[in-house]
């Protein structure tokens, strides 16, 4: 390298360290988040390729809009795209200088993140905002991570008029601010009191429409309370819009809106009459309106193919897809729990750190919007130990998706019929296990304020958590009966096979007894460690084994080989139980307080078990059951093609 080639290089390595630092003075870091769910990117990879040259172009760009940038780089999985926003009153030196800064600075707060977001600004006008990410998020409303900044000195006097004016004072400059094309942003002041006026900015990125502008900063208003309810100026950020107030004017006053003007007082007769008319004109025009938009939501209400605002009473629980998507690293295949029969499920964690599990209904579903709308409403009201907590929902672009609580010991189809289980599962393991179960399937059936059946039980819809509870999961079949009714009826029967009992596959009724056949075969299943659909010992079933069994006298058969050798009489109850549980005839089944009084209970007396459903007979034997509901599996082929699918059936 020459003279000159080394004095070019260090003047420009000044320059950029003099630029550098003379901004970083000036600028104050506020906020950051890196996104801590999201992949990483590798050293020397292309993403980061893509990211870096993003960044270094992103302000060389023309701005969209004033103050607004928006690019993308890259192709398919390496694509990045990025985005910064200034507030209007800064210039747009001063924004291009921010934005530059950020490019610099965020990269090495959030090192080898895929996304990123953060703020900064100065003591004058100079605020600005950075965010990349590996997805398009150009035009979607986004509300997390977000982020406060407040004054530390409270308001002590005339508080609840200073919270008032400031609640008008947003309301009015979020309604400018939304309805203003293309930039939009809103600033403004009201008067508190003689000697104290309040100032407020909202601010949208302009990619949103009005609707969602609207909402997003009716969600960031709704935060206050987390943040700076008392603080004399305070600010609430998130990727999509932000707002702030104070009591000292803190932007450039020529992009205040005007204060709203006070009407002109009438004047003379004729203006009277014409007011009179206006007035009168716009009372019945406002009476009609209101008279078909009530007509027309009864109409809508009374369709089958409801909307999200048919969920009233859960609309409090919606998320947001973006919020969703962030939540389990854009539905990764890390991230991924299990495959149901209506979709997926993923691990995720929200920004308050909070794990979760999300369960994404099939865009393919024929069934998928009923038995959303069945989750959601029914047990959004359920609240019980033993079954798994619904913490919202989420209805948006055709996505359908279930947020519960996350319980981090998978399901009980897990841990029976795996060896490698034999001595973690052990009998007070189990016990414990059926016990919590019957006690979730009483408060379903008799102690909540709904009656539930459930009619989906199996070993897949049983979760345990992390001391080991089970939780009774999925309740997308579910069906809600009045309080004094006993018993329904479908044309339309799903389930899964092995666990529906015969009055239910062959007429299609079904009742709280259909739960109680269904418990009964994951008593068998959990006493045995073994699965109803891959026992066979002689070409027999797990009902038809069990059956004969106990009329052999040699139940203690059933018992998990492991623990056999010394059979309790919990065991031995436990199978009585089961016995009970799945008689063929509806009305000998117990309910399910005669089932949790007998799992509790060492003195009671047990009826002796009849004929399961579904038995099996041998050449020997009378048949005196209907040849439709003798069911034999040809050999080695499961009841179901997957012991989480759901079969449907056509009744007769």
């Given amino acids: 390298m020459g003279f000159s080639s080394r004095w070019r290089f260090f003047l420009s390595l000044y320059f950029f360290y003099y630029f550098y630092l003379t901004i970083a003075a000036e600028l104050k870091y506020l906020y950051h988040d890196c996104y801590v769910n999201d992949q990483n990117y590798t050293t020397n990879s292309t993403y980061q390729a893509n990211l870096n040259h993003l960044l270094n172009s992103l302000t060389n760009t023309t701005p969209i809009y004033n103050g607004f940038y928006n690019s993308s780089y890259g192709e398919n999985s390496d694509k990045v795209y990025a985005s910064a926003i200034c507030r209007p009153d800064t210039d747009p ?44 998020y150009t035009g979607v409303m986004e509300n997390a991570p977000y982020f406060f900044v407040y004054t530390e000195s409270n308001i002590t006097q005339n508080v609840e008029q200073f919270n008032q004016t400031r609640q008008s004072l947003l309301q009015w400059l979020t309604s400018e601010a939304a309805a203003r094309g293309p930039d939009k942003y809103a600033a403004g002041k009201q008067v508190v009191s003689g000697i104290l006026t309040l100032y407020g900015l909202v601010q949208c990125t302009p990619d949103l429409t009005e609707s969602k502008c609207n909402e997003c900063l009716n969600d960031a208003n709704k935060l206050m309370p987390n943040c700076c309810e008392t603080s004399q100026g305070g600010r609430v950020i998130t990727p999509s819009c932000s707002f702030r107030y104070g009591i000292s004017e803190f932007y ?204 989906d039980l199996k070993l897949s819809n049983i979760l345990l958590d992390a001391d080991m509870n089970p939780k009774i999961s999925d309740f997308g079949m579910a069906k809600l009966f009045e309080m004094d009714q006993s018993q329904g009826n479908t044309n339309h029967v799903v389930g899964t096979f092995g666990y529906m009992p015969p009055e239910y596959i062959k007429h299609g009724q079904f009742s709280v007894k259909s739960d109680i056949y269904s418990f009964g075969v994951l008593i068998l299943e959990i006493v045995s460690d073994q699965k109803r659909s891959g026992f066979e010992i002689q070409d027999e079933d797990l009902l038809t084994y069990a059956w004969k069994s106990w009329n052999e006298g040699s139940a203690a058969n059933l018992i998990d080989p492991s623990m056999r050798d010394n059979p309790t009489t919990e065991m031995m109850k436990c199978i009585h139980i089961a016995l009970l549980c799945v008689q063929e005839n509806v009305s000998d089944r117990p309910t399910i307080g005669s089932v949790v009084h007998m799992l509790n209970s060492d003195s009671v007396n047990l009826p002796a078990p009849k004929r399961p459903g579904f038995y099996t007979y041998t050449a020997t034997e009378s048949r005196t059951t209907p040849n439709n509901l003798i069911r034999r599996r040809t050999e080695g082929a499961p009841l179901s093609q997957n012991d989480v699918s759901i079969t449907e059936l056509c009744p007769r």
Wanted: with cysteine; glycine share 6%.
């Fill in 93 to 136: 030196d001063s924004c291009r200088d921010c934005v530059t800064f950020a490019t610099r600075n965020l990269t090495l707060l959030c090192p080898k993140h895929k996304m990123a977001i953060g703020g900064y600004d100065d003591d004058n006008y100079t605020n600005c905002m950075l965010r990349y990410a590996d997805y398009d």
């Fill in 252 to 455: 450039n006053p020529s992009i205040a809106e005007p204060p709203v003007p006070s009407p002109t007082p009438p004047s003379g007769k004729k203006n009277n009459n014409f007011i009179i008319i206006v007035v009168v004109s716009v009372a019945i025009s406002l009476i009609l309106i209101i008279v078909v938009i009530i007509f027309i939501r009864r109409r809508k209400s009374e369709k089958k193919d409801q909307n999200v605002e048919d969920i009233i009473d859960t609309a409090s629980l919606q998320f947001d897809f973006s919020t969703i998507r962030i939540a389990t690293n854009n539905f990764s295949d890390d991230n991924k729990l299990g495959q149901g029969g209506f979709g997926a499920v993923y691990k995720g964690m929200l920004s308050d750190r909070q794990q979760v599990a999300v369960k994404r209904l099939s865009l393919h579903s024929n069934q998928g919007e009923v038995e959303f709308k069945n989750e959601v409403q029914l047990v959004a009201k359920l609240q019980h130990r033993n079954l798994v907590r619904l913490l919202g929902f989420c209805l948006e672009r055709n996505e359908r998706i279930l947020i519960y609580e996350f319980v981090p010991n998978s399901s009980l189809d897990h841990y029976i019929s795996k060896s490698i289980n034999h001595e973690y599962m052990n009998w007070e393991r189990r016990y414990k296990i059926i016990g919590g179960i019957s006690r979730g399937l009483l408060y379903l059936h008799e102690d909540s304020r709904l009656r539930i059946i459930h009619r």
